[in-house]
């Protein structure tokens, strides 16, 4: 207000994952008007916008621009859609609102690239659909209720296309699986990449749990799946984000704990493939490399220096728990595997391999 009104405000509910917050305002007599949200998807790449702020305490600030980008991943979250713009955004006009030309509100302008701290025509904003699905359940449950899946994912490369017999990399590939979440009762499986979820494409990693996100707590949805090279849909209830970071907190707190596997002292069969020294995960193995009780598989005691598996990152004290899909629990299970995939002409090999504590991951591994 030009008069410096203060107006009372009190603070309806936060969400730190956006960085959205919602106040309710005692107006005392003033009659304010309400800004309007606008559709962010039908904004195109070109169209004119007009940032409003108060950069560096200067008052209330007007610049315009065109929308530079869309969907753009800045690492500030899991959630990272934000509209780019060259409408200048300095300190100061985080928060304020980002308007197309008929007046409505299409974006929450929220961050910076700059080396200087200043504008260099690089900023980005929350699209509304986004902001206005958090602003309406702060409203309704002062806390935010988004969707979850109950998965670890990780990309789909060109080499795990390949070795999964997909024709494109795309989709989320599933690596594990949240103990007690939605889908713990092997409707979807370490191994299956996501590729459609409630009718949306899932075209990359990032795309899934933003669209789950936005997804009722407790609906039920049809998930495209691709399992062993087949396309095939499951029907899965989504629980609560916010249930399921409790559940994940506690997978990490009770995980990492030494088990008592097999006997004390037998012999532990070893070999050698693809740059990597394996051997039987056995009570001896488990206790050198603190390997928790319910990992299986075949324990990677060394890891030659420039090899392929090096490359991969892989590191001893890993466990080999499928190879291409097959679950291997000896050393000559995944000799016997990695012989196959060679003589059916395959250049990688597609190991599932799991942490100390358990947590799993796909890894592809040239053969030739």
Not at 144 to 151: A, C, H, I, N, S
Not at 155 to 161: F, H, M, Q, S
Not at 240 to 267: I, V
Request: no cysteine; proline share 4%.
């Amino acid at each position: 207000f030009s008069d410096n009104v203060t107006l009372k405000a009190k603070l309806v509910g936060t969400d730190t994952k956006t960085d959205i917050a919602v106040l309710k305002v005692d107006p005392k007599g003033h009659k304010l008007t309400a800004v309007k949200f606008g559709d962010s998807n039908t904004m195109r790449i070109g169209d004119w916008v007009m940032a409003i702020g108060n950069p560096f305490g200067l008052g209330g600030t007007v610049t315009v621009g065109i929308i530079s980008a869309r969907n753009r991943d800045i690492n500030a979250g899991p959630y990272d859609d934000f509209i780019q713009t060259d409408a200048a955004i300095n300190r100061g006009n985080s928060g304020g609102p980002l308007f197309n030309m008929n007046g409505e509100v299409i974006g929450i302008n929220t961050a910076i690239i700059s080396p200087s701290g200043g504008s260099i025509g690089i900023g980005f904003a929350i699209p509304s659909q986004l902001a206005a699905g958090v602003v309406e359940q702060l409203r309704q449950y002062g806390e935010t209720r988004r969707g979850w899946l109950g998965v670890r994912i990780q990309p789909v490369t060109n080499d795990i296309a390949e070795s999964l017999g997909m024709k494109e990399p795309k989709g989320a590939l599933v690596a594990g699986i949240i103990k007690g979440g939605p889908v713990d009762n092997g409707q979807i499986q370490p191994g299956d990449v996501v590729i459609k979820f409630d009718g949306k494409d899932i075209r990359d990693m990032r795309d899934l749990p933003r669209v789950v996100a936005e997804s009722p707590v407790g609906k039920a949805v049809d998930v495209v799946i691709v399992r062993k090279g087949v396309e095939q849909t499951v029907k899965v209830t989504l629980g609560r984000l916010e249930d399921g970071e409790k559940l994940a907190e506690g997978e990490n707190g009770s995980a990492g704990k030494k088990g008592q596997g097999a006997e004390e002292g037998k012999p532990v069969a070893t070999a050698s493939v693809l740059g990597m020294s394996i051997g039987e995960l056995d009570a001896a193995t488990r206790a050198k490399f603190g390997i928790a009780a319910d990992v299986s598989g075949v324990v990677v005691t060394d890891v030659a220096k420039n090899s392929a598996a090096a490359e991969r990152g892989i590191q001893p004290g890993e466990v080999i728990t499928e190879i291409a899909q097959e679950s291997v629990a000896t050393p000559k299970d995944v000799l016997d595997r990695i012989g196959a995939l060679k003589e059916q002409g395959r250049k990688n090999a597609l190991l599932m391999l799991a942490s100390k504590s358990g947590e799993l991951r796909f890894v592809t591994i040239r053969m030739d």
